[in-house]
């Protein structure tokens, strides 16, 4: 069975730091590109980042370049999200996602992707 589980949202101050897990079971991350994307109330579902082993490569959205890492421990085929200077703008529902042998990444594009995790809150307050 495939299987997404995102893990390590929260409450944070505007500045502060969190870390997201996406643990995949059910299928490796050699064939699938695992995104982020997130959903604040009101707004269209957004691509945050993505990464690929098969391109070996990764991606992020202008809006949280410099401040967002994305990495992948295969071994443990889990995908993370490291979180610095977090902003308001920043809370919303964090999704990962998996893509066969693909990280889309275009707007409105999220529908390429095959699997989907139950997501997680991140909340940023000043």
């Known amino acids: 069975e495939v299987q997404l589980v995102e893990s390590g949202g929260g409450l944070v101050q505007v500045g502060g730091s969190l870390r997201l897990s996406c643990a995949a079971s059910?299928?490796?991350?050699?064939?699938?590109?695992i995104g982020w994307w997130r959903q604040a109330p009101g707004k269209e579902r957004e691509a945050v980042s993505c990464?690929?082993?098969?391109?070996?490569?990764?991606f992020y959205a202008d809006s949280v370049k410099g401040r967002f890492t994305i990495s992948a421990d295969n071994a443990k085929n889990t995908v993370y999200l490291q979180m610095d200077s977090l902003k308001p703008e920043d809370t919303a529902v964090y999704y990962c996602a998996a893509e066969y042998r693909g990280c889309t990444f275009y707007p409105g594009t999220y529908y390429q992707y095959d699997y989907w995790g139950q997501g997680t809150q991140v909340t940023v307050f000043s």
């Open positions: 990464i690929s082993s098969s391109f070996g490569s990764s």
């Open positions: 059910g299928f490796t991350l050699d064939d699938y590109g």
